[in-house]
């Protein structure tokens, strides 16, 4: 359990320092590859949360698909590659005050909520009762997401197109 | 077919589908889906009727009584026949174990509008291919016209009040974009703003009215059940005076009574079919129409029975005249009969106000035909005589030469409206009078006769600046196409006939008969047809119209010829012989008769001069004096300024919200999360 | 482990997403913002399915996984729309909802 912990709070850490770099930094480009940090990290508190497959998919799609469409939008909006003073709005420090406030309630209502309860685990979850699960219980929002992929494909192409 | 009634409104509906699909790529615009589509529901409309009144018969015919001998004969018997409506109904919707439906009643009164509403909508269907032939958005305006139709109907045949809501702003909502047709110019979209927000403002009361009425009648929307729970008074007196009073609300903004009647004559901004189809015979009656409908809650919320001064009475009363004043006034025709619907309204609430349940709808069943055939005729001077100008005192006068048959239709339904005998207005306007007479409320009586002489005097002036004097406009007028002048002569045929379906004195009752229920309602009041009052009524009004001859004849003899001269000046020698016998005819009679004229003669003269005209033009300067402090301190200045005064506070209150829609999503994106975050504290600490 | 450590990190990167989406001018950046909220989401997600010990939680953070790629898919040719016709990925320059 302590080697967990330690694990947690080490790529926690790192996680809050790229989120912050994300919202913070003054290179677009940084910014996606702190994005990428965020996004690595998050797949291995999956791993550590034995959820095996999830952290797999996040990897494949974000950090393979998502994070590349993001560099392909940076390029197409020609977005200056080096440093930038004016990536922000001028309500920065209203930003702030409503972010910190947000996490604060949130902290509070959590600890309120959960207190010390334990996340207690057996084994890794099997990829097998992922799927038994979403083409049993969840088939119908499966094949409402699929549609809803093939629809923000046509609308991303039609949206985007030069004519 | 009184079961499959439900049918005739979803004709339209389909045509109005239709007509939006495909219309434009039909070869008449899709105006033949939406002629097709009426001459259908105006034919199962007649089947409608004619069922009807076969079950009417049938049932008094089985208490043994002869049909033929009408009412009167099984009244000596005693006998009460009743006749029950068809209702058929479905769930529309389900709420918290409450069910809505949805469905129609069909009885003598939705009958009757069903033929109104399908017989006029279709002639002004077909009047309008060729009114608005080569229009712009002609497709499109079929197709509103087919919208209007089918939520016209779906109102009419409802047989809950949730239903009846439902039409109800439809119309609105199509009365709105018909009176926009021609939205390119800021007038017409300006009046299509007023109207739909000023009848908006009575259809609060309306929905109020029908959630009280929904509560008094132990939950339930349903009209038959809401006018029972009104006869017996569920839930005491005042729960039905207040629903009586917001429903009076709904009436007066949609059927254009004081003080909400400022829409209506701006209306006029549409199409001259769209006015005589939705501003003349049936939208504008749905206020009249409810008050029909649900008579018992204004019956017993206004305790009718007792006689006296009740509010649906004084505000119809008050409309009759002040509109009949408003239309002395217009130089716009169709702004005088714009007004004289408010008047004629008036009449059918004042009806319903005094008890003249059978006379109002009476009223509203040949105020139908007659005012759509002056709408309609209007129209054809415009199409064809005045080069589409509306302006009577610019561009018309003298028509009658080359307008024969618009003009005969005119006269016909001028007289109908002024009360002629025997034309239609002439009955079901004496009804009402006599009713109130009878019914104990003398006041109104005498406010209907005022408001019929004024009827007959403005109508004398509109049709002799329109049709009479010499042709004042410019161009070549001729006799409008077929398409025009055919809806103009079948309205004219049942303008002057229609009213003998209730010939009283005649022995003719068929209309109380067919219309009246005997269902849920027993308390219709009956008046005995009085020779006194009518020919009083008849007087006043043939005394009105001679008084309006020999004023705006006279004056518009002198206003003539200071145009004439104007003209005569600018125009060049070709004109000068004819401009000059005219100068001599006036030098003649005014200098060389009069020089040779005896004292018997002078003495006349003078006494024609000082006495006669003083009385008559004082009367008449009066009446003008009275009509122009109406319309600009009354219509204009107060009902006007209110209405423009609430307008300028939302503005300014919009104004200081403006700051916060500043149309950049981040900070609309700061507001939410703040607000998120708040709630959540709220929750937090509250809980 | 506690069940709340997962959860402060979530909320950690949903504050900071909210900043980022609020303070961010550029348009993709802006995003990338929306991305970091969707991933506390996510952890939120399996964290409770591991607390609960129900697959469930899983199989909705795959489901919020597709929809977070076709938004990023919709939303970046938006961006880019907005981008052609205003010459520039700025969001403040889009002001035609100004009231």
């Known amino acids: 359990m302590i080697a967990q912990n330690v694990a947690f709070w080490i790529i926690a850490l790192a996680m809050a320092g790229a989120a912050i770099g994300v919202v913070r930094s003054t290179n677009v480009v940084h910014a996606a590859l702190y994005l990428v940090v965020v996004l690595a990290g998050t797949a291995a508190q999956y791993i550590l949360l034995a959820a095996e497959f999830v952290a797999w998919v996040q990897v494949l799609v974000y950090i393979g698909a998502v994070v590349i469409l993001f560099l392909f939008g940076i390029m197409l909006t020609r977005a200056p590659m080096g440093h930038e003073t004016d990536l922000d709005t001028d309500s920065r420090w209203s930003a702030a005050v409503v972010g910190l406030f947000l996490f604060g309630v949130l902290t509070a209502l959590l600890v309120d909520a959960f207190g010390d309860k334990e996340i207690v685990l057996h084994e890794p979850t099997r990829t097998a009762a992922v799927a038994d699960s979403i083409f049993r219980t969840y088939v119908l929002p499966f094949e409402v997401v699929s549609m809803l992929l093939l629809a923000a494909l046509v609308g991303a192409v039609v949206i985007a197109r030069r004519d | ?687 | 482990m506690a069940l709340n450590q997962f959860l402060i990190l979530a909320a950690f990167l949903f504050g900071t997403g909210v900043y980022g989406v609020v303070a961010r001018r550029n348009g993709v950046l802006m995003l990338m913002s929306v991305e970091l909220m969707l991933q506390a989401v996510n952890i939120n997600l399996v964290a409770f399915s591991a607390f609960l010990h129900d697959v469930s939680g899983q199989v909705f953070a795959l489901f919020v996984i597709t929809v977070a790629a076709a938004e990023v898919g919709v939303g970046l040719a938006i961006i880019l729309l907005i981008y052609r016709n205003l010459g520039s990925p700025d969001l403040d320059r889009v002001e035609q909802l100004k009231g």
Not at chain 2, 471 to 500: N, Q, Y
Not at chain 2, 510 to 520: G, N, Y
Not at chain 2, 640 to 661: F, H, K, P, Y
Request: aromatic share 12%; charged share 10%.
């Open chain 2, 1 to 687: 077919m009184l079961d499959l009634a439900w049918i005739i409104p979803v004709i339209p509906a389909v045509s109005f589908v239709l007509i939006l699909l495909f219309g434009k790529r039909m070869p008449r615009g899709g105006s033949e889906i939406g002629v097709a589509a009426l001459a259908a529901a105006f034919v199962l409309s007649c089947l409608t009727a004619y069922q009807w009144i076969q079950r009417v018969e049938d049932a008094t015919g089985a208490h043994g009584a002869l049909s033929a001998f009408g009412r009167g004969l099984r009244a000596s018997t005693g006998e009460e026949v009743v006749v029950h409506p068809v209702v058929h109904g479905f769930t529309w919707f389900q709420s918290g174990g409450m069910k809505f439906q949805a469905g129609i009643q069909i009885d003598g009164l939705s009958v009757l509008l069903l033929f109104v509403v399908t017989l006029v909508s279709l002639l002004v269907h077909i009047y309008s291919t060729a009114y608005l032939a080569g229009d712009r958005r002609y497709t499109h305006y079929f197709a509103a016209l087919s919208l209007f139709t089918t939520s016209m109907l779906t109102l009419v045949v409802a047989h809950n009040t949730l239903q009846l809501l439902v039409g109800w702003e439809l119309v609105g909502l199509c009365s709105f974009m018909l009176i926009g047709h021609w939205w390119e110019e800021q007038p017409n979209s300006d009046a299509a703003l007023k109207a739909f927000f000023t009848t908006r403002t009575g259809d609060i009361g309306l929905m109020i009215g029908i959630i009280v009425a929904f509560f008094a009648a132990g939950q339930t929307f349903d009209i038959v059940a809401t006018n029972q729970a009104a006869l017996e008074v569920a839930g005491g007196h005042t729960i039905w005076l207040v629903a009586a009073s917001c429903l009076l609300i709904g009436i007066i903004g949609k059927s254009g009574q004081f003080p909400l009647h400022t829409w209506l004559p701006d209306a006029m901004a549409g199409p001259t079919p769209v006015s005589a189809l939705i501003h003349a015979a049936t939208m504008v009656v749905a206020g009249v129409y409810l008050g029909a409908r649900v008579y018992p809650v204004f019956w017993e919320g206004f305790s009718i029975s007792a006689g006296g001064v009740n509010a649906m009475a004084l505000i119809g009363g008050i409309t009759i005249i002040i509109g009949a004043l408003l239309a002395f006034v217009q130089d716009d025709i169709k702004k005088v009969l714009a007004y004289s619907t408010i008047s004629q309204l008036g009449y059918m609430v004042m009806g319903l106000g005094v008890g003249a349940w059978t006379a109002a709808v009476f009223h509203l069943f040949t105020h139908a035909f007659f005012k759509a055939l002056l709408f309609l005729g209007a129209g054809s001077v415009s199409h064809s005589g005045s080069h589409h100008s509306f302006d009577m005192k610019r561009d018309m006068g003298g028509l009658r030469r080359y307008m024969p048959t618009t003009f005969w239709t005119f006269m016909i339904a001028t007289a109908a409206l002024c009360g002629i005998f025997p034309f239609a207005g002439f009955w079901s306007k004496d009804e009402i009078l006599v009713t109130a007479g009878q019914g104990g409320f003398t006041f109104f009586l005498w406010v209907g006769l005022v408001g019929a002489a004024l009827t007959a005097a403005y109508m004398t002036r509109c049709v002799y600046l329109t049709f009479f004097g010499e042709f004042r406009g410019h161009g070549e007028p001729h006799e409008s196409p077929r398409a025009i002048t055919v809806p103009l002569v079948v309205l004219a045929v049942f303008s002057a006939l229609a009213g003998l379906l209730n010939a009283v004195p005649f022995g003719i009752e068929k209309f109380k008969e067919w219309v009246e229920p005997t269902f849920a309602f027993p308390h219709v009041v009956h008046p005995d047809f009085s020779y006194a009052w009518a020919s009083v009524s008849v007087i006043a009004a043939l005394a009105a119209i001679a008084a309006a001859v020999f004023w705006f004849v006279r004056e518009e003899q002198l206003g003539a010829l200071r145009g004439l001269t104007g003209r005569n000046r600018a125009a060049g020698a070709a004109y000068t012989f004819l401009e000059n016998k005219y100068y001599l005819d006036h030098l003649y009679t005014g200098v060389v008769v009069g020089s040779i004229k005896g004292p018997i003669a002078r003495a006349a003269y003078w006494v024609n001069q000082n006495v006669i005209d003083g009385v008559l033009n004082g009367t008449a300067y009066l009446a003008r004096r009275a009509a122009r402090f109406t319309y600009d301190v009354l219509d204009q200045g107060v009902v006007d300024g209110a209405v423009n005064g609430i307008a300028a506070q939302t503005g300014e209150a919009g104004g200081l919200l403006r700051s916060v829609q500043s149309g950049r999503i981040q900070r609309y994106a700061l507001l939410l999360f703040a607000a998120v975050g708040v709630l959540s504290l709220g929750l937090y600490v509250f809980n």
